[in-house]
């Protein structure tokens, strides 16, 4: 319990300061940046403090907004990831989560990526749709969802990957 | 009673989501108006701190570039110095001359220019005398606004940012329009409201117009890379190539014109007198 407790404070400032020192600087072809610090809500563990994943979902977002200057973007789509986070494991990984059963970093291949790719994508597109702030621009809204959360995905699955093969 | 509680108690998570998406879009709204009170910026202490010692590492990675920019300015100076007919005349005495801009130098920390609204965080605040509404600029041309200031950090609002309207002419004929960023290209601004009868030309110098108590006039800002009539016919919009690389930003200056509060009581008072 303990150790899980500290294994995500560590993970939390972990991927917030990775995220302001190495991610947004990235640029790549101009306007491309991954945003990986999500896998801090991909990864927490899933019991019933759905509360608490909340609040510290806020204050994930919160604290990327302060560096990014952004005013409440990244907490809004953090939040809202957050809050949908349990329908979405119930969707795909459906019996085993009833029972408690689900490790995202245990799971198939094939349902990890899935449950990573929905969340990303839902907080990308609420989050340059914010930025934005108009419909008007949806084009540009869905070509940076599409490209930024490609990138992001792909970094997810391989951080999963390389922190997983320690804990074995 | 009991079924009010009920309900809380049911719905906890809905409602505890609800309030923080509430405080989030708040914020987010307050984002895109220009100079709203807001509580979340990186002029603070711990991410002023951050991107401070962050910056002590990459800093070195744009040395080059920045000393010969430094070089570029010192040569462009020393030209005009050496060169001037007759320099012993025009000695001004700083004790009686009436200065009407001081200049701070700031490095820069962060910068953005992927987002619609981009910052620039710049080591230096309150402490070395910077406040809201001072422009910032650096040895090519403009760069921003300082937007929030605390003890040592300040945030400056790019010109690639949607909520920034400068006023800017044209270099040879002084008819003027508003410099504004539509996102896209960080080296491509628009100028927009310029008046048809303006003798626009691809190439021509844009610069600083003198309206605004921010910028003194004639600063550098870009050159005019295509331009088109609106509709109506009443007006140009330009695109306009800037001097600056947004995307390289080191050291910069901020200029405090010591005439503002005089010029903007004036202006008040007449406006309150029509």
Known sequence: ?168 | MQQIVNFFIKYRNFLLYAFLLFISLVFTIQSHSYHRSKFVNSANFLSGGIYSSLDNITEYFDLKVHNAQLVEENNRLRTRLLNTRDSISQKIDTATFHKRFRFTTAKTINNNYTFKDNFLTLRAGTKDGLKQDLGVITSKGIVGIVDRASANYATVISILNSNSQINAKLKKSNHFGILVWRGGDPNIVDLIDVQSKAPVQKGDTIVTGGKSTIFPEGIGIGTIKSFELDPSENFYSIKVELFNDMTNIGYVYVIENLDRTEIQTLEQQTADEQ
């Open chain 1, 1 to 168: 319990m303990n150790n899980s407790v500290t294994q995500n404070i560590l993970r939390f400032v972990f991927l917030v300061l990775v995220q302001i020192a190495i991610f947004n600087n990235i640029n790549f072809l101009g306007y491309i940046n991954p945003y990986p610090y999500v896998l801090f809500i991909i990864l927490f563990p899933i019991g019933d403090n759905k509360a608490l994943l909340l609040a510290l979902s806020f204050l994930l977002g919160i604290s990327i907004d302060m560096f990014c200057n952004s005013g409440g973007m990244h907490a809004a789509s953090c939040v809202t990831i957050a809050y949908l986070r349990p329908w979405i494991l119930q969707s795909i990984f459906g019996l085993a989560y009833e029972y408690n059963a689900v490790k995202v970093v245990k799971a198939a291949f094939g349902q990890r990526l899935l449950y990573t790719t929905i969340l990303v994508f839902s907080h990308h597109l609420l989050l340059f749709f914010l930025e934005s702030f108009n419909f008007s621009d949806i084009i540009y809204i869905l070509k940076k969802t599409l490209f930024s959360g490609a990138f992001t995905v792909l970094l997810c699955i391989i951080l999963i990957t390389l922190f997983s093969v320690k804990r074995r």
